[in-house]
């Protein structure tokens, strides 16, 4: 079993939706989260970084954490095309550089 | 203009030889990290360095080497000892070990 799960997609929203990405994971230690987007042949962009449980919003986008679920979410509001990328979780144990990251779901924003 | 830079975008080599990816960056940056992206798999790491003069394996070292000569520079070298080297080479860096890790363009290797 993988530490990190995403689902891979494709995954599939009209213009304008609401847009939900999530990552399960295994190992309770992790603490930081991040989120990052990667365009095709791209290297990844971060968009968020949280530390423990709770939501953190920026924008479109809202991050959340449940370390007694080990589930992350990322939600994307009024989606637009140009949300069209890969997104990547990645999480890391408090002390430890090495970050562990998820397949990435592939997201389509349809015009 | 502040960033990370990679080069070549695309790389081709013969099976048997060795080749240097180049990392610059010029965010005043002291961790740099090195990772492999295939598809269907997450990034994965090959060598991270927390300072200069100072490197660490990550998870899939084998068959790669670097050197941090440099605050700003990482090269990764792929040498013919690794099995499957045609790869997407991502390289990062983070103001200090543990923070949050910005990613270079990327240098997409093909080795024949």
């Known amino acids: 079993q993988k530490e990190v799960e995403q689902d891979p997609g494709p995954l599939s929203v009209p213009e304008g939706a609401i847009v939900s990405l999530n990552c399960t994971y295994s190992?309770?230690?992790?603490?930081?989260f991040m989120w990052y987007r990667q365009y095709s042949r791209k290297g990844p962009e971060l968009l968020m970084y949280t530390y423990s449980s709770g939501n953190k919003e920026d924008g479109r986008f809202t991050a959340q954490v449940d370390k007694s679920s080990k589930y992350i979410s990322l939600f994307i509001r009024d989606s637009q095309p140009s949300d069209s990328a890969t997104y990547l979780c990645?999480?890391?144990?408090?002390?430890?550089?090495?970050?562990?990251f998820g397949t990435g779901t592939r997201l389509t924003i349809i015009p | 203009d502040g960033g990370i830079t990679q080069s070549p975008k695309y790389l081709f080599r013969k099976e048997g030889q060795n080749v240097t990816l180049s990392c610059e960056q010029n965010?005043?940056?002291?961790?740099m990290y090195w990772y492999r992206q295939d598809p269907g798999q997450g990034l994965r790491l090959i060598y991270y360095?927390?300072?200069?003069?100072?490197?660490q394996k990550g998870d899939i070292a084998e068959g790669y080497s670097v050197s941090r000569e440099k605050k700003e520079s990482f090269p990764l070298t792929v040498t013919s000892a690794q099995k499957n080297p045609t790869a997407f080479y991502l390289c990062?860096?983070?103001?200090?070990?543990?923070?949050?890790?910005?990613f270079g363009p990327g240098t997409r290797l093909t080795v024949t």
């Open positions: 360095s927390q300072i200069v003069n100072d490197f």
């Open positions: 990062a860096s983070s103001y200090r070990s543990g923070d949050e890790q910005y």
């Open positions: 965010l005043n940056h002291d961790a």
């Open positions: 190992n309770s230690a992790f603490q930081y």
């Open positions: 990645a999480m890391r144990n408090f002390g430890n550089e090495k970050l562990t």
